[in-house]
């Protein structure tokens, strides 16, 4: 039997989204969907427009042009937290831990306040390596348990979208392994990643669909079956150059 997809499959809807800084436009015309529940990259060298697409979806960025639809909502009037509430959640560049406050009044931040009688212990059963350092303040962890917190922080917002903007930069081979696993985890919950990531070929083995971004356009969609981790690195390379 087939099913009818429908608008609401999508987590996220993004149409010829255009924008970027004062002076200079950093996307030229992006569309992309993230089915829900799906784990889908976005890829590119560095300065393709990644982190600037991320900040546009969450909100902290307003396109000049084009739409963004997070479960079949247009979310042009919505304001980041507004958005935030609806369930969409991002992880910014080495920004996911308050790195003064204890790891536990970190996860306990997280908790919405219609939820206040839930706990955190749901967050440490999925990542239990955070247990012995509850009272920790999560500046002192380690790179990689900052990282495995703020993907735990997430996990406590319940989200059916997370953007992801290199959780594993600056982290060695072995923790990064850790770090995926973490993304595996997080998404068995339900909610679709979107992924931003420079492990090409770890990303494309974990993901779905994959997406290549260059210099502000797309240059790949589909699924991450299709691409090799290679290639796409010599893509890169020619981008760089050109
Ligand atoms: N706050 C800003 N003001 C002006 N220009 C910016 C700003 N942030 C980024 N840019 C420029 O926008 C372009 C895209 O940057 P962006 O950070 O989105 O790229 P990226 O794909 O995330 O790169 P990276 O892999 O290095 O993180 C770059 O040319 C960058 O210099
Ligand atoms: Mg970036």
Redesign the pocket.
């Known amino acids: 039997m087939t099913t009818m997809r429908t608008r609401t499959d999508n987590a996220l809807e993004i149409r010829d989204l255009r924008g970027?800084?004062?002076g200079?436009q950093?996307l030229h015309g992006i569309s992309l969907d993230v089915p829900a529940g799906s784990i889908t990259a976005l890829l590119?060298?560095?300065?393709?427009?990644?982190?600037?697409?991320l900040r546009m979806v969450s909100g902290l960025l307003r396109p000049t042009a084009g739409s963004v639809t997070f479960n079949g909502q247009d979310t042009a009037k919505l304001s980041p937290t507004r958005r935030a509430a609806a369930g969409l959640c991002l992880i910014p560049?080495g920004k996911g831990v308050f790195p003064n406050l204890t790891v536990k009044d970190n996860l306990r931040l997280q908790i919405p306040p219609r939820a206040r009688s839930r706990s955190y212990e749901e967050a440490l059963e999925l990542f239990p390596v955070l247990r012995r350092r509850l009272n920790s303040p999560a500046g002192r962890m380690s790179g990689g348990e900052q990282q495995i917190l703020a993907l735990a922080r997430a996990r406590l917002a319940s989200p059916s979208l997370i953007l992801l903007d290199?959780v594993s930069m600056g982290l060695a081979p072995r923790i990064v392994e850790q770090i995926f696993d973490a993304l595996r985890i997080l998404s068995s919950s339900g909610a679709a990643l979107l992924m931003?990531e420079?492990y090409v070929s770890q990303a494309l083995a974990m993901s779905e669909f994959a997406y290549i971004?260059d210099r502000g356009t797309l240059s790949f969609g589909g699924r991450a079956s299709e691409l090799d981790a290679d290639s796409v690195m010599e893509s890169y390379l020619k981008q760089g150059r050109a």
């Open positions: 970027g800084y004062r200079t950093v590119g060298p560095n300065g393709a427009g990644k982190t600037t697409l560049e290199e931003v420079q971004l």
